[in-house]
């Protein structure tokens, strides 16, 4: 697992820049603060898909997209130098930034392993369910119209459509 989460060029060797990742030098401080996460299932989707942006702003996107997609749970003692500088950095992000339910998966995870942390709330936030794939393609294939809907929320309504099917797609396989 070292070759998957070490191959990075990446390094936090600067505080407050991050120079050591993109070649420029810019201020953390200039990157808008990641909202909480409330750790409701519900919000999960959402929370999930600005973080893995925010990470990539931070340059530690590709390296989370590895360790996210391991059949096994990341080891610090597998990781680089550099990737465990990133895993500590990581950590501390998702407990600033998770509340609730998430909270508690966090104060359970290995400290400063933060790629395990990540991995750890993929499975407990998108673990399979029995029958909630059915339960999700029932209401994919039986949309609900309303009558008095504006063209501003059907518009809404059938990009949330698509975001679940493309969602459904993805963890049906």
Known sequence: MAAELGDS??????????????????????????????GKDADWREFSFTFKSYAFTLGIGSTLAAAEALPEAPVMSDMVPE????????YHLLIQVCKGK???VCMAAEEG??????WDLKREYEKPIPGRL????????NPQHRADSTAGNFVTRQVDR????????????
């Open 9 to 38: 060029d990446m390094s936090w060797s600067h505080v407050g820049s991050v120079h050591a990742i993109t070649g420029a030098h810019f201020d953390v401080k200039s990157i808008p603060k990641q909202e909480a996460f409330s």
């Open 83 to 90: 990737v465990q500088e990133q895993s500590v950095l990581l």
């Open 102 to 104: 998430s909270r508690k």
């Open 113 to 118: 392993n933060g790629f395990r942390l990540w």
């Open 134 to 141: 059915h339960s999700w393609r029932c209401q994919l294939l």
């Open 162 to 173: 698509e975001l679940s099917m493309a969602n459904y797609e993805k963890q049906s396989g």
